[in-house]
T-cell receptor, first 113, second 115 residues
Framework: EDQVTQSPEALRLQEGESSSLNCSYT??????LFWYRQDPGKGPEFLFT???AGEEKEKERLKATLTKKESFLHITAPKPEDSATYLC??????????????FGSGTQLTVLP | DTGVSQDPRHKITKRGQNVTFRCDPI?????LYWYRQTLGQGPEFLTY????????KSRLLSDRFSAERPKGSFSTLEIQRTEQGDSAMYLC?????????????FGPGTRLTVL
């Protein structure tokens, strides 16, 4: 069974204090790993897709990396508007035509001014 | 591209009542997904449509749940005889097949509260 574990569950940072969020996964053949941002009461907003170990992608203050067992979301010099829950999800080769996502429980990030 | 839309955004109902939610995917996206999300958890897959065909259903989708996608455009999710355990955010996502993966774009969700 595919599993995704995110840590920490919650993270409080001061504005400008860089940090990393972790996503560990177990999947029967990785088709893709996805990062989403979710604000309270809203649907997840797509950030990145990573396909293979060693791949990196960047968007503004966010950088996502992937190894064979985990992914990291690095946040550089965060701002209060980066406060949100960050969700990691995997898409397995065994998911067939559906390609459904298996999500972790998320990391709730709070950036204090 | 106006994004995925869902209606209603909030629904409060009494236990035992039936409810129906609607999802309008991004135009030209032939794949449509329903997920359920409870507080503090990530979304869980419920069901998948490719065009009008429902091709995959999770074991989470009990007999009280039914989903349709007539004509391969919008989709509806109906819950019959609602229970308090059905209280959750119901999320719809759509995607267009491309390459080895396809990115799923989510709607704003429908928050269901069963009293």
């Amino acid at each position: 069974e595919d599993q995704v574990t995110q840590s920490p569950e919650a993270l409080r940072l001061q504005e400008g204090e860089s940090s990393s969020l972790n996503c560990s996964y177990t999947v029967s053949g990785l088709r893709g790993l996805f990062w989403y941002r979710q604000d309270p009461g809203k649907g997840p907003e797509f950030l990145f897709t990573l396909y293979s170990a060693g791949e990196e992608k960047e968007k503004e203050r966010l950088k996502a990396t992937l190894t064979k067992k985990e992914s990291f979301l690095h946040i550089t010099a965060p701002k209060p508007e980066d406060s949100a829950t960050y969700l990691c999800a995997v898409q397995a080769r065994s998911s067939g035509s559906a390609r459904q996502l298996t999500f972790g429980s998320g990391t709730q990030l709070t950036v204090l001014p | 591209d106006t994004g995925v839309s869902q209606d209603p955004r909030h629904k409060i109902t009494k236990r035992g009542q039936n409810v129906t939610f609607r999802c309008d995917p991004i135009s030209e996206h032939n794949r449509l997904y329903w997920y359920r999300q409870t507080l503090g958890q990530g979304p869980e897959f419920l069901t998948y449509f490719q065009n009008e065909a429902q091709l995959e259903k999770s074991r989470l989708l009990s007999d009280r749940f039914s989903a349709e996608r007539p004509k391969g455009s919008f989709s509806t999710l109906e819950i019959q005889r609602t229970e308090q355990g059905d209280s959750a955010m119901y999320l719809c996502a759509s995607s267009s097949p491309g390459g080895t993966t396809d990115t799923q774009y989510f709607g704003p969700g429908t928050r269901l509260t069963v009293l």
